[in-house]
């Protein structure tokens, strides 16, 4: 009996990985983990059994899950790998123990009621509150908003239209969001039949690339000049060309910077607007001040630009808890700018009357705060820039699905604009 119990738990929790590991082809085993799962959660065990096999099925689906920020403090961050161990063990164990916790009270719940309805009922309600904790509050006692969104069990479904269509019939009933109807999709398709959208894909890397903003900015116009903008000029009433978070990783509002936008101008028709992520330096009280930026650029001039709201802790910001800390420092921030928050928390580009919300990179975990912005200023499309360049490719397919996701949550088109590919997620109506 123990050692079938024990059995289940590791399949369980191995489906639950590899559902998210080989998301594109596996996806669907997340059903069979949660199958399993309930089966588990409904026996008779002692308490000490019941705790053990949530901290081993919490160890398993953080472990394989989080291999993605191995890889990140490994080739990317200037932490001692001793260090980085201690980290990652502790996460392990805290995650382990709040899944034994998960697994104790769920235990407790479910044995209560007899009726197997109900039963089903309270699994997935237990089941809902302990990843809304984990989206939301992984490590509260970091930052208060300091979540892990992309280990949502919905996220691997995300690509199955029959998933889709009953988050869509949910929003009829008010279960879900519902930003989209059949007006918005003439509105898009019309936008669409009007401006041409082409990517341009980075040709710099955004971490250690050792070129100044000249030679930079130079092989961004190569690349701008080989895309033949000019056959598009007649055809379209506007060209939109658009580019990932840090495409351009230099503070382009600066003076020194000019010269490049008038580099660019020569090569981009008078009908083209270029929104590129990049950065914005300003002085603020006498204190100068960084920002991950979206600029709108025409004809050589900066038009407008949104600021990044919600900064990615020891990337961008540092957490209030560590901020006097050096490990803090070490991990990522070591030698590097720290991003401000913006005054400017509500900023919306229109482009033909077509109001368009621009988010950068964690900013779409903010489900909330998105769906509020595009409903006071009726947003019919959000532009997600991110630099996905960072991540394993397994990793950057989880982000893609939870695009889907959101998309279909919020019932409004997202255009995905990695470092590898642009992508137009719609609802499925």
């Known amino acids: ?58 160890i398993i689906i953080f472990g394989t899950h989080l291999i993605w920020l191995y890889e990140l403090f490994i080739s990317k961050s200037s932490c001692n790998i001793y260090i980085f161990f201690i980290i990652y ?27 197997i309805y ?28 300091f979540g892990y969104p992309f280990i949502n069990p919905l996220i691997p479904l995300a690509r ?25 999709k003439i509105n898009l398709d019309n936008f669409f039949k009007n ?52 495409f ?26 270029f929104l590129l992520g990049s950065q914005r330096e300003c002085c603020d009280n006498n204190k100068t001040k960084y920002f991950q930026t979206v600029y709108r650029v025409e004809q050589g001039r900066i038009i407008e630009y949104y600021d990044k709201k919600h900064r990615v802790w020891f990337v961008e910001k540092n957490p209030r808890l560590l901020k006097n800390l050096n490990l803090n420092n070490i991990l990522y921030l070591d030698e590097k700018n720290k991003f401000s928050k913006p005054k400017n928390l ?24 998105i769906k509020q912005e595009c409903e006071q200023n009726r947003v019919k499309l959000i ?10 490719n397994y990793f950057k397919k989880n982000m893609q699905n939870f695009v889907y996701l959101i998309s279909n949550r919020l019932n409004i088109p997202i255009l995905y604009v990695g470092h590898k590919e642009m992508l137009l997620v719609k609802p499925i109506l």
């Open 118 to 145: 109900l039963k089903i009922l309270l699994f997935f309600i237990n089941l809902y509150l302990f990843f809304y904790f984990i989206i939301n509050y992984y490590l509260f006692f970091i930052d208060k908003n």
């Open 89 to 115: 063990i502790f996460l392990l164990f805290y995650s382990g123990a709040l899944s034994a916790i998960y697994f104790y009270l769920s235990n407790k719940i479910l044995l209560y009621f007899k009726n």
């Open 248 to 273: 351009f990783p230099y503070f382009l509002n600066l003076d020194n910077k000019q010269d490049i936008l008038k580099l660019w101008a020569n090569i981009l028709p008078n009908n083209s607007m």
């Open 160 to 184: 199955y239209k029959l998933f889709l269509s009953l988050i869509n019939v949910l929003s009829v009933f008010g279960i879900t969001s519902s930003l989209w109807d059949n007006s918005n």
């Open 1 to 58: 009996m123990k050692q079938n119990t024990l059995l289940k738990t590791i399949i369980s929790g191995l489906l639950f990985s590899f559902a998210f590991l080989f998301i594109d082809y596996l996806g669907f085993l997340i059903i069979f983990s949660l199958i399993i799962l309930y089966k588990i959660l409904t026996k008779n065990l002692s308490t000490k059994k019941i705790i053990s096999y949530g901290f081993i099925w919490g």
């Open 195 to 246: 401006n041409k959208i082409i990517y341009v894909k980075p040709v710099i890397s955004s971490f250690n690339n050792n070129y100044n903003a000249n030679t930079a900015g130079l092989l961004v116009y190569n690349e701008l000049a080989s895309l033949n903008l000019e056959q598009y000029k007649n055809k379209y009433k506007n060209i939109i060309l658009v580019s990932p978070e840090t």
């Open 346 to 369: 509500n900023k919306i580009f229109k482009i033909n009357n077509f109001n368009i919300a621009v988010y950068i990179c964690s900013e779409l975990f903010f489900l909330k705060d």
């Open 383 to 392: 532009f997600f820039l991110v630099n996905d360049s960072w991540f394993l």
